[in-house]
C-alpha cells in the first residue's frame, strides 16, 4: 500500500486536530495508491475509541471504483489494533485499516481477519 505524502499529511494534520480524542476517517484508495482523505466525525468523542460517521454520499465511491479503509488515531499507543478496534471491527473486516500514532508520528496498516490482525506493507 502506497501513502503519498499528501495524503499521510492530510491524516497527521486530522489526528493533531482532534486531539486529545481519536480521529476517524476514509482513506480512498485505486489500486494500492491512496488517493485522498475525506476526514470524518468520531460520534464517541473519546480518546480511547472511535465511532466512524462518515458523510452518507462517502460510501457510494466504492461504485466509482475505490477501496475505502478506515483511518484512526492513537494518542500515544503504537500503531497496532487495539483489543477493542478487533472487537469492532464489523463491516471492516478483511479491509484496509490504517492507524497513526500522534505520539510518535508512526503510520501504519493493518487488516483484522475474523479477529487476525495480519500486517500490510506501507509505502509513502
Request: hydrophobic residues 40%; charged residues 25%; glycine residues 4%.
Given at each position: 500500500?502506497?501513502?503519498?505524502d499528501?495524503?499521510r499529511g492530510a491524516?497527521?494534520?486530522?489526528?493533531?486536530?482532534?486531539s486529545?480524542?481519536?480521529?476517524?476517517g476514509?482513506?480512498?484508495?485505486?489500486g494500492?495508491?491512496?488517493?485522498?482523505?475525506?476526514?470524518?466525525?468520531?460520534?464517541a468523542?473519546?480518546?480511547y475509541?472511535?465511532?466512524?460517521?462518515?458523510?452518507p454520499?462517502?460510501?457510494?465511491?466504492?461504485?466509482?471504483g475505490?477501496?475505502?479503509?478506515?483511518?484512526h488515531?492513537?494518542?500515544?499507543?503504537?500503531?497496532?489494533?487495539?483489543?477493542?478496534?478487533?472487537?469492532?471491527?464489523?463491516?471492516?473486516?478483511?479491509?484496509?485499516?490504517?492507524?497513526l500514532?500522534?505520539?510518535s508520528?508512526?503510520?501504519?496498516?493493518w487488516?483484522?481477519?475474523?479477529?487476525?490482525?495480519q500486517?500490510?506493507t506501507l509505502?509513502?
Open positions: 500500500m502506497v501513502v503519498p499528501a495524503v491524516l497527521v494534520e486530522h489526528a493533531q486536530a482532534e486529545p480524542n481519536e480521529c476517524c476514509l482513506v480512498l484508495f485505486r494500492d495508491t491512496a488517493e485522498r482523505y475525506v476526514p470524518c466525525r468520531n460520534a468523542a473519546s480518546p475509541r472511535f465511532e466512524l460517521d462518515a458523510p454520499e462517502t460510501w457510494f465511491l466504492e461504485d466509482e475505490y477501496e475505502l479503509a478506515v483511518f488515531s492513537h494518542l500515544s499507543s503504537p500503531p497496532r489494533p487495539s483489543r477493542t478496534d478487533v472487537e469492532n471491527i464489523g463491516l471492516w473486516d478483511g479491509k484496509p485499516y490504517l492507524i500514532s500522534v505520539r508520528g508512526e503510520l501504519a496498516a487488516r483484522i481477519v475474523d479477529g487476525r490482525i500486517a500490510e509505502e509513502g
